[in-house]
């Protein structure tokens, strides 16, 4: 039987399973320690824990599942997550790339009623600020702006990795989700849109692998690299 109520770090370790299946990345301890940026044991124990108060089970391979519990429980938090970044842009004016550790802090904090406040005051908005789905399984499909090739039309479509050195990063160059434009050049350094206004952005091939885009002609679809999850900021060639 699953616990009624996980603890904030129980949340945290859901929340990174559940962006691992959303990425179709394999769930498995080696894939969160990457991701959380944790040392194997760490990672071992609470896995053992989130097993032991029923929210995940584990196969012989190691790979991990969500029990109906667990997954209702990553769903939430993930949820809450979203929600409460286009709220603190959309309501309260905080720029986009600010809004993710605030989020990760109020995530766990919130009750349903105000969550339903938070919902009606987002209006239509459907996605978080970063391109990310508030209601879970409305993921639209996309590829990693870095395969893409010149001369396609570009729709960004979401950033993969929320690090928000690497939001940072990102509202510098200009490119943001919903944005429309060209691919006019990518080479091994540097991926460069050219916007319907004419504006020019521009971002390092590593980072362009972690923005997901709509493009026409498309590349064949393929899924993400474990090493995007990796939150550094020295993975970006900065
Ligand atoms: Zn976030
Ligand atoms: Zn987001």
Not at 13 to 21: H, K
Not at 43 to 67: C, N, P, Q, W
Not at 117 to 128: N, Y
Not at 158 to 180: C, Q, T, V
Request: contains cysteine; glycine residues 6%.
């Amino acid at each position: 039987m699953a616990t009624e109520h996980a603890t904030v770090a129980e949340e945290e370790y859901l929340q990174t399973l559940f962006w691992l299946q959303e990425a179709k990345l394999p769930m498995t301890g080696a894939n969160v320690a990457r991701a959380m940026q944790l040392s194997a044991p760490t990672v071992h124990e609470m896995i053992g824990r989130l097993e032991r108060d029923g929210y995940i089970t584990r196969a012989s391979d190691k790979v991990i599942s969500f029990t109906p519990s667990g997954l209702d429980h990553a769903e939430g938090v993930v949820r809450r997550h979203r929600l409460i970044e286009r709220f603190l842009t959309d309501v309260l004016g905080i720029p986009w790339d600010e809004v993710h550790e605030e989020a990760e802090r109020l995530e766990h904090a919130m009750s349903p009623v105000l969550e339903e406040r938070m919902l009606a005051a987002i209006g239509d908005a459907k996605t978080c600020p970063h391109g990310h789905p508030i209601v879970a399984g409305a993921r639209i499909d996309g590829v990693p702006l870095a395969d893409v090739a010149e001369g396609a039309k570009v729709t960004i479509l979401r950033f993969e990795n929320e690090a928000e050195d690497l939001l940072h990063y990102l509202k510098e160059s200009g490119i943001e989700p919903g944005l429309k434009g060209t691919l006019t050049a990518n080479s091994p350094e540097q991926v460069t849109v050219t916007c319907e206004d004419g504006q020019l952005c521009s971002v390092t091939f590593s980072v362009a692998e972690t923005v997901s885009v709509i493009a026409d002609p498309s590349p064949p679809s393929r899924i993400a690299l474990p090493e995007q999850l990796v939150l550094a900021r020295e993975r970006y060639g900065r």
